[in-house]
């Protein structure tokens, strides 16, 4: 019978964007690859999936019935791995395993940005230190992706492994820079101008990501920058509410809203800069991306843009507190690109160690500490064909 591994996350789309090589690397090992999480997508390397009715609000009701078919489906399954990730599927996944755990079962749990970090709001510290502290003890290895959550892991929380990988890997071979000839006939095919200066922010549209700033930064600088224009890529709950401010604002010339895209390896190479507004980052692939393409980023000033900006040196950070220093920014690159030239290759120097590659061969590293060794072999009988 064939090992089994299930991954666990609130919404199944996050295995769609982020985790697909790995299940792809489980499969190509012999392993059967169950995933759990809310949603009816279909994901390729998947042997079989559970539509569980996680809520991402912790106090939700749903969150209830949804632990109890998640226990079942690990009681019956009897897993030797169980990958859990996001706050919701992270905090049911390790209660639900608690009695297969003393069965043998092995719990990873990622946590892509603790919400409780320096300058966070002090209900966030009250709701989920405590909670996080309490699940450590179920927790077989707690992954971090940023210095400051990895740092805060060692020193407060008990898990019986924690370690740190680059984030969930960025492929260099899909984002990277083109000729300005390949650019220019891409924007026109596009409809945009040769002169056009082009600012990419991909995410998706919730009170954390923060557009509202973006939008109001605009409305400031339309004057002093006619040619510019925003690119806003993804869905939300918040999405309409900024459209309607981009009416209120007078700025519907200015922003594109691009809806969710499947290109964003195409788009990011023809801007002119990336920005991101956002509240709260753990390590934000979409600034990777950005970087890897060779793109200034202007960020704000929070833990995840930090781990991957330099102010100054491969970007530009800036307080959500201070708008201007974001508008600033903008003009500044606006009025003079120059220096983008002389900082392209520390921003695709920088966004190397967070390659898929590399952070494929951190994660198969974690992987193959829990899995089954042969009794009459010294080494692992699974390969390490890294990715």
């Given at each position: 019978?064939?090992?089994?591994?299930?991954?666990?996350?609130?919404?199944?789309?996050?295995?769609?964007?982020?985790?697909?090589?790995?299940?792809?690397?489980?499969?190509?090992?012999?392993?059967?690859?169950?995933?759990?999480?809310?949603?009816?997508?279909?994901?390729?390397?998947?042997?079989?999936?559970?539509?569980?009715?996680?809520?991402?609000?912790?106090?939700?009701?749903?969150?209830?019935?949804?632990?109890?078919?998640l226990k079942k489906v690990i009681d019956q399954e009897k897993y030797q791995l169980i990958h859990c990730h996001t706050p919701m599927g992270g905090v049911l996944a390790r209660l639900a395993a608690r009695a297969a755990r003393k069965k043998g079962s092995k719990l990873i749990y990622t946590a892509h940005g603790f919400h409780f970090c320096k300058g966070a709001p002090l209900k966030n510290w009250l709701l989920y230190y405590p909670i996080e502290k309490w699940l450590a003890q179920y927790t077989d290895c707690l992954i971090t992706i940023n210095m400051e959550d990895y740092a805060r892991a060692l020193h407060h929380l008990k898990a019986k492994k924690i370690r740190h990988v680059h984030g969930v890997g960025v492929d260099t071979e899909r984002f990277k820079p083109i000729t300005e000839q390949m650019?220019?006939?891409?924007?026109?095919?596009?409809?945009?101008?040769?002169?056009?200066?082009?600012?990419?922010?991909?995410?998706?549209?919730?009170?954390?990501?923060?557009?509202?700033?973006?939008?109001?930064?605009?409305?400031?600088?339309?004057?002093?920058?006619?040619?510019?224009?925003?690119?806003?890529?993804?869905?939300?709950?918040?999405?309409?509410?900024?459209?309607?401010?981009?009416?209120?604002?007078?700025?519907?010339?200015?922003?594109?809203?691009?809806?969710?895209?499947?290109?964003?390896?195409?788009?990011?190479?023809?801007?002119?800069?990336?920005?991101?507004?956002?509240?709260?980052?753990?390590?934000?692939?979409?600034?990777?991306?950005?970087?890897?393409?060779?793109?200034?980023?202007?960020?704000?000033?929070?833990?995840?843009?930090?781990?991957?900006?330099?102010?100054?040196?491969?970007?530009?950070?800036?307080?959500?507190?201070?708008?201007?220093?974001?508008?600033?920014?903008?003009?500044?690159?606006?009025?003079?690109?120059?220096?983008?030239?002389?900082?392209?290759?520390?921003?695709?120097?920088?966004?190397?160690?967070?390659?898929?590659?590399?952070?494929?061969?951190?994660?198969?590293?974690?992987?193959?500490?829990?899995?089954?060794?042969?009794?009459?072999?010294?080494?692992?009988?699974?390969?390490?064909?890294?990715?």
């Amino acid at each position: 019978m064939a090992n089994k591994i299930l991954f666990c996350a609130t919404v199944d789309y996050h295995f769609k964007a982020f985790h697909i090589p790995y299940m792809k690397w489980f499969k190509e090992q012999g392993w059967e690859v169950h995933v759990a999480a809310s949603g009816e997508l279909k994901l390729p390397f998947t042997d079989r999936k559970f539509n569980i009715p996680f809520k991402r609000s912790p106090v939700h009701t749903e969150n209830a019935r949804a632990y109890f078919q998640l226990k079942k489906v690990i009681d019956q399954e009897k897993y030797q791995l169980i990958h859990c990730h996001t706050p919701m599927g992270g905090v049911l996944a390790r209660l639900a395993a608690r009695a297969a755990r003393k069965k043998g079962s092995k719990l990873i749990y990622t946590a892509h940005g603790f919400h409780f970090c320096k300058g966070a709001p002090l209900k966030n510290w009250l709701l989920y230190y405590p909670i996080e502290k309490w699940l450590a003890q179920y927790t077989d290895c707690l992954i971090t992706i940023n210095m400051e959550d990895y740092a805060r892991a060692l020193h407060h929380l008990k898990a019986k492994k924690i370690r740190h990988v680059h984030g969930v890997g960025v492929d260099t071979e899909r984002f990277k820079p083109i000729t300005e000839q390949m650019k220019m006939k891409i924007r026109k095919s596009l409809g945009y101008q040769p002169d056009d200066f082009l600012l990419f922010y991909g995410a998706e549209f919730n009170q954390n990501k923060n557009h509202s700033l973006l939008l109001r930064a605009f409305a400031n600088i339309k004057e002093k920058m006619p040619h510019a224009k925003l690119l806003l890529a993804g869905e939300g709950i918040t999405m309409e509410e900024c459209k309607r401010q981009v009416v209120h604002l007078g700025i519907e010339n200015m922003v594109d809203f691009l809806g969710y895209r499947n290109d964003v390896d195409q788009l990011l190479p023809i801007c002119d800069a990336a920005v991101s507004s956002s509240l709260r980052e753990g390590l934000p692939v979409n600034i990777m991306e950005a970087m890897a393409c060779g793109l200034p980023v202007i960020c704000s000033n929070n833990r995840g843009h930090r781990e991957l900006v330099v102010d100054g040196e491969n970007g530009y950070l800036f307080s959500v507190d201070n708008p201007e220093q974001f508008e600033n920014c903008l003009i500044a690159l606006y009025q003079n690109p120059s220096p983008i030239d002389h900082m392209k290759l520390k921003f695709m120097n920088y966004s190397k160690k967070y390659s898929l590659k590399l952070v494929s061969r951190e994660l198969m590293e974690i992987y193959s500490s829990f899995m089954v060794v042969d009794q009459n072999e010294s080494k692992s009988k699974y390969s390490r064909s890294y990715l």
